[in-house]
């Protein structure tokens, strides 16, 4: 027994073959350095032309080397983890923390109601007990449709919980288990369920596409009478409404067992206050929670990450509550995974290589970043308490908060309410210090990152059952808005008072250091990839040489370095579980967000710290229309509507088009001496050539598709005269 007392909760295992990977690179970097030393040592001399160009490329390869260095530390040490859940229960089944549970949702017109609701059931069902558990729904645009599905949902619930309890169902989302359950031993309480749910479901949808809730319900439900001062989502007063609590005796599902509280929440909102987007919302949760029911846990997830693994939340306790190493670690992060991910993962939505390797990687050097779902956390810390070996003492203190049985239910409703209004962050530390930070298009990252320089860590757990499943972007523009608003994020930390690069110097290891700074820097590598990928094609086009020549000594250092690279990388994808056309249409995606999202990102960061832009929080798309779904499915690339991001990508790719035939064309009909182009510019027909095997969705879509996905009419004119006269322009310089 007394053994069993101090096994540890978690164990801890190491990579293989890392040696391996180590004297790799060092061959790859000596690759690297010979490249600058050849750059530096062939610069041409004045009389000479392309001297500009070289120097350039001898940046843009300078750039590329060093951040190129970034991407080791994720790689030095990769850590595996596996919790004991049997002896937490064994240990603490009794006493296990009460957990709140925050779902946010923003929009009931792209995040549909019936989507929420099911990721609210499903975490409601955890395999926990229902008396610690808290879920609360945030809704940014306070829309009574929202409402009116959880207050189906937790009517709903009284049947579903102990139909999960029973029949041990998981996943706990209805949607989803209803889809992957074929065959059962419970017939018929399945069919009686999924009536039940199918009749809920389309109730919802009745009253999502009339756009109003059904009369008898509005009036007989009083939660409904706080819409009478709505205005609109940008102003309102804060609604909210406990729909289930332990002290109400309705709140018992058919079994008689008490459930979990539920709660919807609409925070105050003003057109004249800035509401600072999910981390907000996230701020007003943490609050009124801390009213309501104080769970010592917070789990976050986003309204369409639904819970895949009902025994995740004891395992993320397992960290927690280790004896020896829990107190340090302030979160534990799983990874995001998507249902609606298609076989070559056409837009790159799985980050398959940041979730298999780089969360691995830098959970060995003080844990992975703070993703913004399916993260738990300690509330204490989350509020910005400082970690100090007070904590253990200071914890009990923290418990009672809580305790608010004495108070009726509409008192402590109201009470709660004043946590929620937008008034009440004015003059506090709220957004700053204390609870998810304000000022960043990357909440979560930037939140993560200040809660490691206090000296705490946190812990990646990757579990074999998918911990949470949600929704990936499913068209390039989608892609395009959400890595923009990504590396922009990034790029604020970079510049931020909590910049890993600097702020963080002495507060967390060198490694993680680096492995911020690589994520943090996306947006600025943008610059060397545009040019790369106009310069060399350019100068194609006019015959001017800017690598060696393929007979030359030279030539092989270049070739060691792109070919040994892009092998790890797609060996990397493999391991990860990726296809080698998913390599390919990841290579794809790398590209056209290196050069589109990225240089918007820059530019947009530069233009907001000037004060030029507002902050905005373009919320992705989780459903589509019946088309665009088919082409998903198919995997074919859907453009949509004209943006500048797509002019500039198709602008880039007909730029490589037009260069590559053109060099052909001059050699041909122009220049003797046959294909004389393959040694003397070998590199730079390589570059153009892949660029445009890797654009031919691209041209399709410019060309030679009819269907709505196509790239617009417009796109196609601008960009083609954009490569044109870029083309054009250049010959002409002397
Ligand atoms: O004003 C807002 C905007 C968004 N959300 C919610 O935030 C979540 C994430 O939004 P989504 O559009 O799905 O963005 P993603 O890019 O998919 O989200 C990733 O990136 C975000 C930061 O950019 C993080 O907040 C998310 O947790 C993370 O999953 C969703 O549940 C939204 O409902 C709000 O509650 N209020
Ligand atoms: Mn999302």
């Known amino acids: 027994m007394a053994e069993v007392e101090h096994s540890p909760l978690f164990e801890t295992k190491r990579a293989k073959g890392r040696v ?32 500009w160009g070289w120097i350039g490329l001898f940046f843009a390869e300078l750039c590329f080397g060093l951040y190129w260095l970034l991407r080791h530390p994720f790689r030095w040490n990769l850590l595996f983890r ?29 995040e549909p109601p019936v ?50 309890r029973k029949f041990k169902v998981d996943p706990t989302s209805p949607a989803a288990y209803f889809k992957t359950i074929h065959s059962s031993t ?97 701020n007003s949760l943490i609050r009124v929670s801390s009213m309501i029911s104080n769970g010592e846990i917070i789990l976050n997830v986003d309204c369409d990450m639904y819970s895949n693994n009902s025994q995740s939340l004891r ?46 990687g830098m959970d060995s050097l003080g844990g992975p970043l703070y993703a913004g779902t399916g993260c738990f956390h300690r509330r204490e810390i989350l509020c910005g308490r400082k970690f100090s070996d007070q904590y253990e003492k200071d914890r009990n203190e923290y418990k009672n908060i809580g305790d608010m049985t004495e108070v009726s239910l509409h008192e402590l409703e109201e009470e709660s309410k004043a946590l929620a209004s937008c008034t009440f962050e004015i003059n506090t530390l709220w957004g700053k210090e204390v609870g998810l930070l304000y000022g960043c298009s990357l909440e979560d990252v930037m939140t993560g990152v200040s809660i490691k320089c206090r000296g705490l860590k946190s812990v990646f757990y990757n579990p074999q059952r ?41 507060l967390i290891s060198p490694g993680l250091q680096m492995a911020y700074c690589y994520y943090n820097l996306w947006a600025f590598i943008c610059w060397p990839t545009l040019y790369y990928c106009v310069i060399p094609p350019l100068y194609l086009l006019k015959g001017i040489p800017l690598f060696p020549q393929m007979s ?18 797609m060996m990397e994808f493999l391991w990860s579980k990726g296809t080698v056309k998913g390599w390919w249409n990841e290579l794809r995606i790398w590209l056209y967000k290196r050069t589109s999202s990225y240089l918007f990102a820059f530019v947009d960061t530069i233009l907001k710290s000037f004060g030029f832009s507002e902050s905005t929080f373009v919320v992705s798309a989780k459903v589509a229309e019946e088309e665009v779904s088919q082409r998903y499915e198919k995997e074919i690339m859907e453009f949509g509507s004209s943006s500048p991001m797509l002019t500039v990508l198709a ?61 617009p009419i417009s796109v196609a004119a601008k960009s083609t005269a954009l490569a044109l006269s870029a083309c054009a322009l250049f010959i002409s310089l002397s």
């Open 186 to 282: 419970h017939a018929k309480e399945l069919i009686t369920i999924k009536k039940l749910y199918q009749d809920m479901e389309s109730r919802i949808e009745n009253a999502a596409k009339m756009g109003r809730v059904p009369e008898e319900v509005h009036t007989e439900h009083k939660g409904f009478s706080q819409w009478d001062s709505y205005s609109s989502r940008r102003d309102h007063d804060t609604i909210l409404q406990i729909l289930l609590h332990e002290t109400d005796s309705s709140a018992k599902d058919v079994d008689g067992k008490v459930m979990p509280v539920l709660v919807y929440l609409a925070r105050e909102k003003r057109p004249q206050v800035a509401h600072n987007f999910k981390a907000g919302a996230m």
């Open 651 to 711: 602008t880039l790719a007909l730029l490589n088009l037009f260069c590559l035939l053109g060099s052909f064309l001059k050699q041909v009909f122009i220049s003797e001496g046959g294909l004389r182009i393959f040694d003397a510019m070998a590199l730079q027909v390589i570059i153009s050539g892949v660029l445009v095997l890797i654009n031919v969705p691209v041209y399709q879509g410019l060309f030679l598709r009819k269907d709505e996905g196509r790239l």
């Open 552 to 569: 030359s000594p030279w030539f092989i250092p270049f070739a060691y370095v792109i070919l040994g690279d892009s092998s790890y990388c």
């Open 82 to 110: 596996e919790p004991f859940r049997q002896r937490l229960s064994q240990r603490y089944e009794k006493v296990l923390p009460k957990v709140d549970i925050f779902v946010c949702t923003a929009d009931p017109g792209i």
């Open 20 to 51: 391996f990977y180590k004297v790799f690179s060092l061959s790859l970097f000596v690759g690297i350095c010979f490249i600058w030393v050849f750059r530096v040592s062939h610069i041409p001399r004045e009389s000479e032309v392309g001297k």
């Open 315 to 360: 395992d993320a306790l397992c960290f927690l509550m280790d004896e020896d190493k829990g107190h340090e670690i302030a979160y534990v992060q799983t990874p995001q995974c998507f249902e609606n991910i298609t076989k070559n993962d056409l837009y790159g939505g799985a980050l398959r290589v940041v979730y298999e390797v780089e969360f691995h």
């Open 115 to 164: 989507m929420v609701i099911n990721t609210v059931l499903s975490v409601m069902a955890y395999e926990y007990p229902p008396d610690k558990l808290s879920v609360y729904l945030s809704d940014d645009a306070g829309s009574d449709i929202t409402f009116y599905a959880l207050l189906e949902a937790s009517i709903f619930a009284k049947q579903w919980l102990p139909f999960c």
């Open 466 to 506: 998918r911990a949470f499943l949600g929704v990936a972007p499913n068209t390039l523009p989608q892609t395009l808005v959400q890595h923009k608003r990504w590396s922009e994020g990034c790029f604020q930390i970079l510049l931020s008072k909590h910049s890993p690069a600097w702020h963080a110097y002495g």
